[in-house]
Structure formats: C-alpha cells, structure tokens
C-alpha cells in the first residue's frame, strides 16, 4: 500500500471551517448551526484542528475549554471537551484521529492548562470507542438518551 503523508495543523480560515462543516455533514449523523462552528473557529482555534492530505482537509478536530465537575479529578476543573471529530472514510486507519486528538490534548494541556479531556459517543460506535480507549481514556458514565434519535452516550474521559 502506498502510504500518503498527512499534517495537522489548526484551522486557519473561513473558507477552510466550510470544508469542515461539509465533511461533519457526511461522516456524522450530529450537525450544529453555523455560529456554533464559527464560536469555536473565533474562540479555541488552537485545538480546533485540521487534517490535510495535500492541499485538501481530510479530517478534523473541533474541541473547547470549559471549566465544570471533573470526570476523573475531584472538584471543579479547567476541561477540554471535544465537541467533535471525523476523517473521511477514504483515509481512516493511518492514524489521523489519533494525531488530531493527541495534538489537541497537547494544547488543552500545554496552551490552556486543562487538567482532563472528556468527550461524549454513541455506545455503537465501536470505531471511535476504540480509538478513544487506545489514548487513554475511560468509560465514565453513561448519558442515557443523549442523541436525538435515543442512542445512549458513553462518556469518556482521562487526565491531561
Ligand atoms: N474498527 C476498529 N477499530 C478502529 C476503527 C475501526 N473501524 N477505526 C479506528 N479504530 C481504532 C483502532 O484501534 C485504531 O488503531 P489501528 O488502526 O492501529 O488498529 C485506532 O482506533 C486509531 O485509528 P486512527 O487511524 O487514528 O483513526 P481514523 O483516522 O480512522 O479515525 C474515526 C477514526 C474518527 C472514529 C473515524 O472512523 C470517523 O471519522 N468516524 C465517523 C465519525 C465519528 O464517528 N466520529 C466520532 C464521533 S464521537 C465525537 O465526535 C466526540
Ligand atoms: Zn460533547
């Protein structure tokens, strides 16, 4: 197989959180409104993270700094949440989720000083589930009917 090299970088304009939205819109049953996207374009674009393959975005990262009842520290912390990521299908298995997600805890931790990283998935998504155990983190609860068509959510969570 030839192997095709990627970078990961934050997201560095307007024109590219549009590509970002068109892959959330075929690789996620989960949408949001546009001031959704361009909030955390404005306010956390150092772990909102991109993929690229050439001149073309492949995948993305879209987190946020909150500060709230720690997952796995006690009392209230700084988190990192991600909101949201996805690779298209013709470039999943070579490790650009796990450079999206590993860079992004890097900034939480290193730029915001966020002491965990949580994130909610749908109890059938064994693909992301794994992904997310691999990097460390754990099953912390489950959110019962948390999607809009009641799939159940895992929450999970690790220490940054
Ligand atoms: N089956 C089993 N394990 C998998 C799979 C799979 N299909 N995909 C990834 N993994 C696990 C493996 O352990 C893999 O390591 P390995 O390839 O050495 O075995 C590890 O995760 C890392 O895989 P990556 O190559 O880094 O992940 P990829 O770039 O393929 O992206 C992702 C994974 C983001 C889950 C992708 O499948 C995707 O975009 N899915 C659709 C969107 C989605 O479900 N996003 C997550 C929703 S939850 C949220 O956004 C908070
Ligand atoms: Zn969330």
């Given amino acids: 197989m030839e192997t095709v090299g990627y970078?990961?970088?934050p997201i560095a304009s307007?024109?590219?959180l549009k590509k970002v939205i068109e892959i959330n819109m075929v690789?996620?049953?989960e949408h949001y409104p546009y001031?959704?996207?361009y909030e955390h374009f404005e306010l956390w674009k150092d772990i909102f993270l991109v993929a690229l393959v050439g001149e073309n975005i492949v995948g993305y990262n879209m987190c946020r700094i909150e500060y709230?009842?720690?997952?796995?520290?006690r009392g209230i912390v700084k988190q990192?949440?991600?909101v949201s990521i996805a690779v298209l299908p013709e470039f999943r298995r070579r490790g650009i989720a796990t450079a999206l997600m590993v860079n992004a805890m890097n900034a939480m931790k290193d730029k915001h000083g966020a002491g965990e990283v949580y994130l909610e998935?749908?109890?059938?998504n064994e693909p992301a589930i794994r992904l997310y155990e691999k990097l460390g983190f754990r099953k912390v609860k489950i959110l019962k009917k948390y999607y809009l068509d009641g799939e159940d959510a895992y929450l999970m969570a690790r220490e940054l």
Wanted: aromatic share 12%.
């Fill in 7 to 9: 970078v990961v970088r």
């Fill in 14 to 16: 307007e024109a590219e």
């Fill in 27 to 29: 690789t996620l049953p």
């Fill in 35 to 37: 001031f959704f996207w």
């Fill in 68 to 73: 709230g009842l720690g997952h796995v520290r």
């Fill in 80 to 82: 990192g949440h991600v």
């Fill in 121 to 124: 998935v749908r109890v059938s």
